[in-house]
T-cell receptor, first 114, second 111 residues
Framework: SAVISQKPSRDICQRGTSLTIQCQVD?????MFWYRQQPGQSLTLIATANQGSEATYESGFVIDKFPISRPNLTFSTLTVSNMSPEDSSIYLCSVDGGRGTEAFFGQGTRLTVV | AQTVTQSQPEMSVQEAETVTLSCTYDTSESDYYLFWYKQPPSRQMILVIR??????QNATENRFSVNFQKAAKSFSLKISDSQLGDAAMYFCAYRANKLIFGTGTLLAVQP
């Protein structure tokens, strides 16, 4: 199992600013994942954060908007840049051990952009 | 592309009764895994049950069981003896190379 601490748990931000979300795992993991959950919607994968290499982004998500850092095997950050109200969502960090294993999630960051 | 569909946006069940949540998926892969996750108002995603596609036997975890029909690409979740604490959003998910979630079913449990 893995315990994931995600900070901040919520924030209200002004449009045009940026917010960095932190994800700390209590054990070393190869891959970490960042998801977005828009209000009342499902989870959509933003990117996979790989240690020692650039993140792999899903279609519709770009590095300039969602830069990701992965300095070591237990930590990652996601930045939401130049925010607009459309970025208001829950952002979740996740880890798993591969194809058939359980995914563990942080408690999410509820972001509101005004 | 793989997709996961949950056709029931909302469901309601009486406490102690049984409810079934539907899920279908589309894939050309033969080796994959299916999951049901629960998300209560706390936002914490919790694994309910997991099914390996190569296993014909339906997975069971206490009051939770699945009906896995591989040919039909169907993966429904049955909750028996429903409890108030079962009220949550339930997501069906598929994983081959990455985890793909369905749109979710909001389950209400009536006392």
């Amino acid at each position: 199992s893995a315990v994931i601490s995600q900070k901040p748990s919520r924030d209200i931000c002004q449009r045009g600013t940026s917010l960095t979300i932190q994800c700390q795992v209590d054990s070393q993991v190869t891959m970490m994942f960042w998801y977005r959950q828009q209000p009342g919607q499902s989870l959509t994968l933003i990117a996979t954060a790989n240690q020692g290499s650039e993140a792999t982004y899903e279609s519709g998500f770009v590095i300039d908007k969602f830069p990701i850092s992965r300095p070591n095997l237990t930590f990652s950050t996601l930045t939401v840049s130049n925010m607009s109200p459309e970025d208001s969502s829950i952002y979740l960090c996740s880890v798993d051990g591969g194809r058939g294993t359980e995914a563990f999630f942080g408690q999410g960051t509820r972001l509101t952009v005004v | 592309a793989q997709t996961v569909t949950q056709s029931q946006p909302e469901m309601s069940v009486q406490e102690a009764e049984t409810v079934t949540l539907s899920c279908t998926y589309d894939t050309s892969e033969s080796d994959y895994y299916l999951f049901w996750y629960k998300q209560p108002p706390s936002r914490q995603m919790i694994l309910v049950i997991r099914q390996e596609a190569y296993k014909q036997q339906n997975a069971t975890e206490n009051r939770f069981s699945v009906n896995f029909q591989k040919a039909a690409k169907s993966f429904s979740l049955k909750i028996s003896d429903s409890q108030l604490g079962d009220a949550a959003m339930y997501f069906c998910a598929y994983r081959a190379n990455k985890l793909i979630f369905g749109t979710g079913t909001l389950l209400a449990v009536q006392p």
